[in-house]
């Protein structure tokens, strides 16, 4: 079933306002008709079972047959501060991201970061990402939609970072699995994590340092070097396994 998202001021009290790009996908890509079912979200952490009314122009209106209270969103807010990697990789980091649950993406231009933007080229770039956030989202079937911020410096990124409850910088110097483990295993629902990884020539000595002075944490992944494009997925997995796991332990144990 598709899903699309709207504003909460589009959701009134027996039926849905959809506006924008998605009446042209569902009047001419999908060619939908009345009486087809669509799930909207607006954002509140609810889903609606809705039933296409009409479809004109410049809107789809679809009556609410019924609405879900659901838990598709992670217990805990996830922030992955991405160093700007080559090519087309953070597309495909985005997309996962979204999917893994990622609550907001901060790309970062770091020391060693090949690709250099200029502010036209950073919000061009912004509004392309954005998008792929979106259609994420729907596929994955999420509440929200992942903000995809504008670029920041790395200072820039430390500084956005500076009230999160947990702040995690995987890097290659980093030993010691055991504390790693404790470190994760030790994250609580409802506690935000910053997430920050580097570009493919991971992160300069002066940007470890910054980070250690700021609190971040520093964690191995494993002997292994992993690429840019595979470190920030494997954090989110492991966060989504434990953060899902323990809120199904903790709701298990208060109903029984």
């Known amino acids: ?5 709207v504003a909460p001021e589009q959701i009134g009290e027996k039926k849905i306002t959809i506006t924008g790009s998605d009446v042209n996908h569902i009047r001419n890509v999908l060619r939908m008709e009345a009486g087809e079912q669509i799930t909207v979200s607006g954002g509140e952490g609810k889903e609606y079972r809705c039933e296409v009314l009409v479809l004109e122009p410049d809107r789809v209106e679809a009556g609410i047959m ?17 160093g700007l990697p080559k090519g087309d990789k953070m597309e495909l980091i985005i997309q996962k991201a979204v999917e893994l649950g990622v609550y907001e993406i901060i790309p970062v231009a770091t ?14 770039k912004r509004k392309r990402w954005q998008s792929i956030s979106e259609s994420a989202a729907k596929q994955s079937k999420r509440l929200i939609v992942p903000e995809i911020t504008s670029v920041m410096s790395f200072r820039e990124a430390v500084e956005y970072a500076a009230g999160m409850d947990v702040k995690l910088m995987p890097y290659e110097l980093a030993e010691g699995m055991e504390e790693t483990r404790h470190l994760l295993e030790g994250i609580v629902p409802g506690q935000s994590v910053a997430i ?5 020539g991971g992160f300069s000595a002066e940007e470890a340092k910054l980070a250690a002075a700021e609190g971040l944490q520093p964690i191995t992944l494993g002997k292994r070097i992993l690429r ?18 323990r809120t199904e332990r903790e709701n298990g144990s208060i109903s029984g």
């Open 196 to 200: 920050f990884i580097g570009p493919e």
């Open 111 to 124: 020391k060693r970061a090949v690709v250099k933007l200029d502010k036209k080229k950073s919000e061009s």
């Open 66 to 82: 019924w609405v879900q209270e659901t838990e598709a969103e992670l217990p805990s807010k996830t922030y992955l501060f991405q």
């Open 1 to 5: 079933m598709h899903h699309f998202f």
């Open 228 to 245: 840019t494009e595979t470190a920030g997925m494997t954090v989110l997995s492991v966060l989504m396994y434990l953060l899902e796991g």
